[in-house]
């Protein structure tokens, strides 16, 4: 309940004095609003609850530094040290808790300024990069439709005399993680949903294109320093299909390479995935914990808390506190009984009875065809195998087609890209209708071709979604 704050001491402290009627003994309510190391709370009436809509924001990693700094190395056991405090401390209980946005990245220490490589940013696929604070100094930002992606100097931001970069991923629509399984802040403990966000991370630099300004263009012909002085400019990438940005890409590596440039892209990609790695890797006692949320019954005092960038309506959470615990009454003296999930094949569809609980297949005892079942799940893992060799060896072009969920009454979208090329971020797996390998490369005529004719090998649904994730695996070099 809101009381858990207004009476907190420490809140109090922090800008929610308590403002009582002396004759009645009522609590006024109105907007409150309090401060306490680097997260700000908020309680706002809520005319149509009669209650108040409790908010929380700010940085969770900054919490655990007292508020006063974020620069260092922030781990998932910090991030689950800390949710367990904010819900002993604060009454936030983490499995109420809804995300609406999410912020998260890495700190990473260079052994080179890291003004070097923020110089060398240029655009995400066909998008400047932005100043941050109008200074590049500070850093830059590519601001999307749903979200942001930041590289920017932690050390000078910060007043450190160090070489700290920070790569920030910052998901303003939280639609889009629905693929990765984050909806509540408990989700944020578990590192088995946490872990895949670095496909996000990851894709954003590879989005990146990177040309260092320091580079030695002596070995250049005319033709090639014209490019590459061309490519340095963001806007010249603005019009550019997909086809031309691979191509343009493909040059610039050339260039880059035969002038020895160093590769900021790659130096970074390598620096992220050992940070992340780092995060993940758990003190014995962390390990030995289970999840602990598990068995935290939702008191009254607690029952109607929320987090913010994540707000819970006091009154839902009321209702499903109290259908939880009239799912758990007795009916007629006996306990309910709990209902056991059925399991069906997963060739055949029919149900699995007598199996082990992670049966994917039926028995034999039950099915005479149980066999086949395994054989064909078998034979159609070779195939996708193979499609994904044969688009990866042959060097061949695919066209990826997808839901418009912008505007469903607008036709799907497609987009052609290289096998090598390839990297589908998770958000986006849901939305795939098919995938086509394209027999030969494509014309420039075909990037114009909106009528989604078939030019080679369709795979729709669940196919062509297995073949993505596994060409993204691929060409990322990270298990997905």
């Known amino acids: 309940m809101p009381k858990v704050w207004l009476l907190n001491p420490l809140l109090q402290d922090s800008g929610f004095p308590l403002e009582v009627v002396e004759s009645t003994g009522e609590v006024l309510r109105k907007k409150r609003i309090a401060e306490y190391q680097g997260l700000t709370f908020k309680l706002l009436p809520s005319a149509k609850s009669g209650g108040y809509t409790m908010l929380l924001s700010g940085s969770i990693h900054k919490y655990r530094n007292n508020g006063k700094h974020n620069y260092d190395r922030f781990t998932v056991t910090h991030c689950v040290t800390v949710i367990e405090e904010l819900f002993t401390v604060?009454?936030?209980d983490p499995k109420q808790a809804v995300l609406h946005s999410l912020e998260f990245g890495v700190n990473i220490k260079l052994p080179y300024p890291v003004?070097?490589?923020?110089?060398?940013?240029?655009?995400?696929?066909?998008?400047?990069?932005e100043a941050i604070a109008k200074s590049r100094?500070?850093?830059?930002?590519?601001?999307?439709?749903?979200?942001?992606f930041k590289i920017y100097d932690k050390g000078f931001v910060c007043g450190l005399d160090e070489n700290i970069i920070r790569v920030e991923y910052h998901v303003s629509r939280m639609k889009d993680l629905e693929g990765y399984g984050i909806v509540t802040l408990s989700d944020l403990t578990d590192k088995t949903k946490v872990n895949p966000l670095l496909d996000l991370l990851i894709g954003a630099l590879d989005d990146t294109v990177f040309i260092p300004t320091d580079s030695d263009l002596s070995s250049l012909t005319k033709k090639q320093k014209i490019n590459f002085h061309a490519m340095g400019k963001p806007y010249t990438w603005?019009?550019?299909?997909?086809?031309?940005?691979?191509?343009?890409?493909?040059?610039?590596?050339?260039?880059?390479?035969?002038?020895k440039a160093f590769d900021y892209q790659k130096d970074l990609k390598e620096r992220v995935l050992e940070e992340w790695k780092t995060l993940f890797i758990e003190p014995i006692e962390a390990l030995q914990?289970?999840?602990?949320?598990?068995?935290?019954?939702?008191?009254?005092?607690?029952?109607?808390?929320?987090?913010?960038?994540?707000?819970y309506s006091v009154k839902t959470l009321q209702n499903h506190f109290l259908e939880n615990r009239d799912n758990k009454e007795k009916k007629d003296g006996k306990s309910l009984k709990l209902t056991i999930d059925k399991r069906y094949c997963k060739t055949?569809?029919?149900?699995?009875?007598?199996?082990?609980?992670?049966?994917?297949?039926?028995?034999?005892?039950?099915?005479?065809?149980?066999?086949?079942?395994r054989n064909k799940d078998s034979n159609k893992r070779r195939t996708l195998k193979a499609q994904i060799m044969r688009a990866k060896v042959n060097n061949q072009f695919l066209r990826v087609t997808y839901k418009n969920l912008d505007d469903l009454n607008q036709s799907t979208f497609s987009d052609i890209l290289h096998s090598s090329e390839i990297a589908v971020h998770r958000g986006l797996?849901?939305?795939?209708?098919?995938?086509?390998?394209?027999?030969?490369?494509?014309?420039?005529?075909?990037?114009?071709?909106?009528s989604h004719a078939h030019h080679g090998e369709l795979l729709t649904g669940k196919d062509a979604v297995e073949v993505l994730e596994e060409l993204t695996a691929e060409n990322m070099q990270i298990t997905l």
């Open 90 to 92: 604060f009454g936030i």
């Open 115 to 129: 003004q070097k490589l923020i110089q060398s940013v240029v655009v995400n696929k066909n998008k400047p990069y």
């Open 137 to 148: 100094r500070n850093g830059v930002v590519c601001v999307r439709e749903n979200y942001e």
């Open 238 to 259: 603005k019009d550019y299909t997909p086809k031309q940005r691979f191509d343009k890409r493909i040059m610039l590596s050339r260039i880059l390479e035969k002038c």
């Open 289 to 311: 914990r289970s999840n602990i949320y598990t068995n935290i019954s939702v008191s009254e005092a607690h029952k109607n808390v929320m987090f913010s960038p994540l707000v």
């Open 348 to 373: 055949c569809g029919k149900e699995i009875i007598g199996s082990r609980k992670n049966s994917l297949f039926c028995r034999k005892s039950t099915n005479p065809n149980a066999k086949q079942c």
């Open 429 to 450: 797996l849901n939305t795939i209708v098919s995938l086509e390998i394209l027999p030969n490369e494509p014309e420039p005529a075909l990037y114009q071709d909106l």
